[in-house]
Protein backbone atom coordinates (compact mmCIF):
# COMPACT_ATOMS: atom_id res chain seq x y z
CA UNK A 1 0.00 0.00 0.00
CA UNK A 2 1.19 3.32 -0.96
CA UNK A 3 1.82 6.20 1.39
CA UNK A 4 -0.77 8.99 0.97
CA UNK A 5 1.59 11.61 1.95
CA UNK A 6 4.17 11.27 -0.26
CA UNK A 7 1.83 10.92 -3.54
CA UNK A 8 1.61 13.33 -5.53
CA UNK A 9 5.19 14.57 -4.49
CA UNK A 10 8.34 14.52 -7.07
CA UNK A 11 10.98 12.52 -5.71
CA UNK A 12 14.12 13.96 -4.83
CA UNK A 13 16.20 12.29 -6.84
CA UNK A 14 13.82 13.23 -9.70
CA UNK A 15 14.52 16.85 -9.45
CA UNK A 16 17.80 16.51 -8.76
CA UNK A 17 17.85 14.63 -12.49
CA UNK A 18 15.73 16.87 -14.14
CA UNK A 19 18.07 20.06 -12.81
CA UNK A 20 21.44 18.32 -14.56
CA UNK A 21 20.06 17.36 -17.40
CA UNK A 22 18.86 20.95 -17.66
CA UNK A 23 21.97 22.62 -16.22
CA UNK A 24 19.79 25.16 -14.55
CA UNK A 25 21.56 23.97 -11.46
CA UNK A 26 24.97 25.21 -12.29
CA UNK A 27 25.95 28.76 -11.58
CA UNK A 28 27.54 31.07 -14.63
CA UNK A 29 30.00 34.07 -13.79
CA UNK A 30 31.81 35.90 -16.14
CA UNK A 31 35.43 35.81 -16.02
CA UNK A 32 36.31 38.07 -18.85
CA UNK A 33 34.44 39.24 -22.32
CA UNK A 34 37.07 40.41 -25.15
CA UNK A 35 35.45 42.61 -28.08
CA UNK A 36 36.43 41.81 -31.30
CA UNK A 37 38.65 44.95 -32.78
CA UNK A 38 35.01 47.08 -34.17
CA UNK A 39 33.11 45.38 -30.87
CA UNK A 40 30.33 44.06 -32.58
CA UNK A 41 31.10 40.16 -31.63
CA UNK A 42 32.84 39.06 -27.68
CA UNK A 43 34.46 35.77 -26.95
CA UNK A 44 33.53 35.36 -23.68
CA UNK A 45 35.00 33.02 -20.97
CA UNK A 46 32.75 31.87 -18.27
CA UNK A 47 33.29 29.84 -15.01
CA UNK A 48 30.75 27.37 -14.30
CA UNK A 49 30.48 25.79 -11.03
CA UNK A 50 27.92 22.94 -10.85
CA UNK A 51 28.27 21.99 -7.19
CA UNK A 52 27.66 18.40 -6.42
CA UNK A 53 27.21 17.40 -9.72
CA UNK A 54 30.56 18.00 -12.03
CA UNK A 55 32.50 20.87 -10.41
CA UNK A 56 33.52 23.58 -11.98
CA UNK A 57 34.92 24.09 -15.57
CA UNK A 58 35.10 26.80 -18.16
CA UNK A 59 32.95 27.56 -21.30
CA UNK A 60 33.90 30.18 -24.06
CA UNK A 61 31.28 31.23 -25.66
CA UNK A 62 31.04 33.56 -28.63
CA UNK A 63 28.30 36.03 -30.24
CA UNK A 64 26.87 39.05 -30.75
CA UNK A 65 28.21 42.45 -28.22
CA UNK A 66 24.15 42.57 -27.14
CA UNK A 67 24.05 38.40 -26.74
CA UNK A 68 27.16 38.19 -24.70
CA UNK A 69 25.87 40.63 -21.43
CA UNK A 70 24.46 37.62 -19.79
CA UNK A 71 26.91 34.89 -19.09
CA UNK A 72 24.63 31.82 -20.50
CA UNK A 73 24.72 34.68 -24.01
CA UNK A 74 26.53 33.39 -27.33
CA UNK A 75 27.38 29.96 -28.56
CA UNK A 76 29.62 27.47 -26.88
CA UNK A 77 32.99 27.15 -28.63
CA UNK A 78 34.82 25.32 -26.23
CA UNK A 79 34.42 23.66 -22.74
CA UNK A 80 37.20 23.45 -20.79
CA UNK A 81 38.33 20.80 -17.81
CA UNK A 82 38.33 22.84 -14.33
CA UNK A 83 38.72 26.51 -14.55
CA UNK A 84 41.93 27.63 -15.84
CA UNK A 85 43.11 31.03 -16.45
CA UNK A 86 42.13 31.64 -20.20
CA UNK A 87 43.80 34.26 -22.63
CA UNK A 88 42.79 35.54 -25.94
CA UNK A 89 43.82 37.88 -28.27
CA UNK A 90 41.84 39.00 -31.57
CA UNK A 91 44.04 38.99 -34.75
CA UNK A 92 41.54 40.65 -36.86
CA UNK A 93 37.94 40.80 -36.50
CA UNK A 94 37.31 37.40 -38.15
CA UNK A 95 40.33 35.80 -36.38
CA UNK A 96 41.19 34.48 -32.67
CA UNK A 97 43.52 32.96 -30.64
CA UNK A 98 42.16 31.45 -27.23
CA UNK A 99 45.14 30.06 -25.22
CA UNK A 100 44.60 27.43 -22.89
CA UNK A 101 47.37 25.61 -20.77
CA UNK A 102 48.03 22.26 -21.97
CA UNK A 103 47.23 20.31 -18.69
CA UNK A 104 43.28 21.27 -19.31
CA UNK A 105 41.56 19.04 -21.76
CA UNK A 106 39.46 21.40 -24.28
CA UNK A 107 36.05 19.25 -24.31
CA UNK A 108 34.46 20.35 -27.14
CA UNK A 109 35.51 23.18 -29.78
CA UNK A 110 34.17 24.87 -32.74
CA UNK A 111 37.02 25.84 -35.28
CA UNK A 112 34.62 28.88 -37.17
CA UNK A 113 31.83 30.50 -36.09
CA UNK A 114 29.48 33.34 -37.87
CA UNK A 115 32.51 34.14 -40.05
CA UNK A 116 35.12 34.47 -37.16
CA UNK A 117 37.88 31.47 -37.05
CA UNK A 118 38.98 30.32 -33.96
CA UNK A 119 42.18 28.97 -33.11
CA UNK A 120 42.84 26.83 -29.66
CA UNK A 121 46.52 27.06 -28.66
Request: glycine share 8%; aromatic share 6%; charged share 20%.
Amino acid sequence: MSNPSSAGKPSYALILLVCAALSSCCGRDVQARHPSPSGAKVLTVVRVDCAGFDGFRTEVRLGAADATARPSGGEIVARISSSPVVQVTWADESSVVVFVPKEYHVDVQKKELDGVRIDFR
